[in-house]
């Protein structure tokens, strides 16, 4: 495995799984902002009853674990034919639900850093990656790893730690609307060159919502006082991602060049038959992957 860090960090094995702490250089920003959105309708909670894309059962959940699965289900798309090791960064890796996921055959393959803000140093063993290393252990799902380990990291605070192509995939699960406005092109350009090349970074997000077009779910009738975070407008977010170096599927091309923050029936069809196509999952998640180019 390629080096994950671009220096050294401090590290202690907390539960039998090794830990790495990259302090804050700046005060933390709040997670908690509460930017007064337009969210009359159609947020991402909300239960509902969706096919998993990942495996074809009848689950009954929000919109937020419909994207996440997306995500699953395009990298399992990918790697289950990927011969040799495989590196990916889970950021914003919450209780290791991704890693939880990924199928023993192919985890075996895989080096696996798990990333969060919420780490043993700030939180103890109430921290969301401590108790996921339990879940794991407890499923009997921990060793199957080539190796896993896992990051006390704030994107919002501490210097960007992880080495240039050290990850063939990034998966990220409603954790980038937590990227500070100021941040995110930073953030963007980051994840770019940790990226080997050819790599992709898998996103579910949630975005300031756009009252138009189709979605696959009009689920989730919170309002704002449950919005916290740094929500982007979707085609600002995809112009970032090119200013960043990132190619972007037709989908997503038509979105950026049409000024539209909503699909299509036509786009959702095509998005629900092809798993790494770009799709609305509601008013405001939506499922998006960036690509490396080779070159
Ligand atoms: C909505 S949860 C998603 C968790 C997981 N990806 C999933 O799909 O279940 C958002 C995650 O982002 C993490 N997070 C929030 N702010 C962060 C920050 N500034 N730096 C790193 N992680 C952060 C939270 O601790 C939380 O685990």
Redesign the pocket.
Same mark, same amino acid.
Do not use: C, M, Q
């Given at each position: 495995m390629s080096r994950v860090f671009k220096e050294q960090f401090p590290t202690e094995v907390v539960n039998g799984v090794k830990y790495t702490r990259v302090e804050n250089i700046k005060a933390?920003?709040s997670?908690f902002i509460n930017k007064n959105y337009d969210f009359e309708e159609g947020f991402y909670r909300g239960e509902f009853d969706f096919v998993s894309p990942i495996d074809g059962t009848l689950e009954n959940s929000t919109p937020?674990t419909y994207s996440?699965h997306k995500v699953i289900a395009a990298l399992q798309d990918y790697i289950k034919d990927k011969e040799g090791e495989t590196a990916i960064l !889970?950021l914003? =890796?919450?209780?290791l639900?991704?890693a939880r996921t990924i199928p023993a055959s192919m985890a075996s393959r895989i080096n696996l850093v798990n990333?969060?803000?919420?780490g043993p140093w700030s939180i103890g063993e109430e921290a969301?990656t401590v108790r996921g290393i339990e879940k794991l252990r407890e499923r009997g799902l921990l060793d199957n790893f080539a190796s896993i380990e896992n990051v006390e990291? !704030?994107?919002? =605070?501490a210097e960007w730690p992880f080495a240039e192509d050290a990850f063939d995939y990034v998966v990220?699960?409603?954790?980038l609307c937590?990227?500070a406005y100021e941040s995110k092109l930073e953030v963007l350009k980051a994840l770019f060159s940790i990226l080997s090349p050819g790599g992709k970074v898998l996103i579910?997000d949630v975005f300031q919502k756009d009252e138009s077009g189709v979605r696959f779910t009009e689920a989730g009738l919170r309002g704002p006082e449950e919005c916290w975070g740094y929500l982007s407008v979707f085609t600002e977010f995809l112009e970032m991602c090119r200013e960043a170096g990132f190619e972007i599927d037709g989908t997503a091309l038509n979105n950026l060049n049409e000024g539209r923050n909503y699909q299509v029936q036509e786009e959702l069809d095509y998005a629900k038959e092809h798993p790494h196509a770009t799709m609305a999952i509601n008013k405001a998640v939506w499922f998006i992957e960036l690509h490396k180019g080779e070159g």
């Open positions: 933390p920003h997670p937020e996440r !889970d914003g =890796a919450g209780t639900d991704i990333s969060d803000i919420s969301s990291y !704030d994107f919002n =605070a990220t699960n409603l954790v937590h990227v579910g």
